[in-house]
């Protein structure tokens, strides 16, 4: 039987609802049973094999429900093997620094789980899908580090996607 992995997610503007459902995607054609699904809707995660939680990271923080969902199931979590990845801006570009700094934003989630793998990726900046201060700060502030534009790399979402397949003990179809 094919293991069961639940791919579940917090989001504000879709770029990280859009990662999880490639995640799942590629776990799936890799031979895996995949669920994706919101933070809100994930309910429990107890009957599944394995668990990859996703979060954007806004103003240097994880969003407080990927934390405040992973203390409230940390029980259930306990014996199953996890994965994390987060999106955000300081993977614009790839450099050892900008990983670095992107793995530590993972730091909160560990102190209650280890896990077995994490992704850290670009986010997406879409002025059309902000609030009204994030998009007064994109076009007025000409030092922003907010800059328009998808910065998600999608060959390295796919990549760590099959791997963590293969770590996972997926076994291909």
Excluded at 59 to 75: D, I, K, N, Y
Excluded at 93 to 111: C, F, G, I, K
Aim: charged share 25%.
């Amino acid at each position: 039987m094919p293991p069961q992995i639940l791919v579940i997610y917090a989001t504000r503007y879709g770029s990280t609802a859009e990662i999880a459902h490639a995640v799942g995607e590629i776990l799936s054609e890799e031979g895996a049973e995949v669920e994706v699904r919101s933070l809100a809707s994930a309910g429990s995660v107890e009957h599944y094999d394995a668990v990859v939680i996703g979060s954007p990271i806004r103003l240097g923080r994880l969003l407080p429900e990927t934390l405040s969902f992973v203390r409230s199931h940390e029980a259930e979590l306990a014996p199953v093997p996890v994965a994390y990845f987060v999106t955000g801006l300081t993977m614009r570009e790839d450099t050892d620094e900008n990983r670095r700094q992107a793995e530590s934003y993972l730091t909160p989630l560990r102190r209650f789980k280890e896990p077995l793998s994490c992704g850290v990726f670009g986010g997406k900046v879409d002025s059309s899908r902000l609030g009204a201060l994030l998009r007064f700060l994109l076009t007025h502030d000409r030092k922003a580090t907010l800059a328009e534009g998808d910065y998600r790399n999608w060959p390295a979402i796919r990549r760590w996607a099959r791997e963590l397949a293969q770590v996972l003990g997926v076994e291909a179809k």
